[in-house]
T-cell receptor, first 113, second 114 residues
Framework: KAGVTQTPRYLIKTRGQQVTLSCSPI?????VSWYQQTPGQGLQFLFE???????NKGNFPGRFSGRQFSNSRSEMNVSTLELGDSALYLC????????????FGPGTRLTVT | AQSVTQLGSHVSVSEGALVLLRCNYS??????LFWYVQYPNQGLQLLLK??????LVKGINGFEAEFKKSETSFHLTKPSAHMSDAAEYFC????????????FGTGTRLLVSP
């Protein structure tokens, strides 16, 4: 069974631009979560989606948004990029909203210049 | 507040030596605990988990961890380190709330010398 896939793997953007990252969960998994990883702040929870609904959101500004489609694929968007948004963005999938094992993708490395 | 503390940002061992990575948690409700490993330029791979039941849990690649409620700890061990174990290790906690949010420790980089 294929793992979690994320596209693109690497991205370079300029301050003020916006970016969309994509995540395809493991086949049959219905829950998707997003995390941001930076050297300074470590791994931080962004959001959780299940059945196209955002169930939980971390402490991030409104520039960070996401959505989930009916096939469980998810996208996250960051508008008005800032230098501090440079990070590895990780997507994780889980079988169900009550399941606790999360399986992570390889991440998208976003660099903002 | 619920949190996870990993003691030691770097741990160095020789190949064949015991690996011990420390994790302590702070939680007012029963936690679910995880260890993940991250190799360079990769995502996180689940090593093992504790939810309920047996407090000594075995994971992949010869790793195991023991949940000690009285010490609020979940230390990761491996009897004999291998060069391929060199990576960053993260302890994480969540709770039986129906939500998926994981709270991670700051990570421990394991260095293995020949």
């Amino acid at each position: 069974k294929a793992g979690v896939t994320q596209t693109p793997r690497y991205l370079i953007k300029t301050r003020g631009q916006q970016v969309t990252l994509s995540c395809s969960p493991i086949s049959g998994h219905r829950s998707v979560s997003w995390y941001q990883q930076t050297p300074g702040q470590g791994l931080q929870f962004l959001f959780e989606y299940f059945s196209e609904t955002q169930r939980n959101k971390g402490n991030f500004p409104g520039r960070f948004s996401g959505r989930q489609f009916s096939n469980s694929r998810s996208e996250m968007n960051v508008s008005t990029l800032e230098l501090g948004d440079s990070a590895l963005y990780l997507c994780a999938s889980s079988f169900d909203k009550g399941a606790h094992e999360q399986y992570f993708g390889p991440g998208t490395r976003l660099t903002v210049t | 507040a619920q949190s996870v503390t990993q003691l030691g940002s770097h741990v160095s061992v020789s190949e064949g030596a015991l690996v011990l990575l420390r994790c302590n948690y702070s939680s007012s409700v029963p936690p679910y605990l995880f260890w993940y490993v991250q190799y360079p330029n990769q995502g996180l791979q689940l090593l093992l988990k504790y939810t309920t039941g047996a407090t000594l849990v075995k994971g992949i690649n010869g790793f195991e961890a023991e949940f000690k409620k009285s010490e609020t700890s979940f230390h990761l061990t491996k009897p004999s380190a291998h060069m391929s174990d060199a990576a960053e290790y993260f302890c994480a906690v969540t709770w039986n709330t129906g939500f998926q949010k994981l709270v991670f420790g700051t990570g421990t980089r394991l260095l293995v010398s020949p």
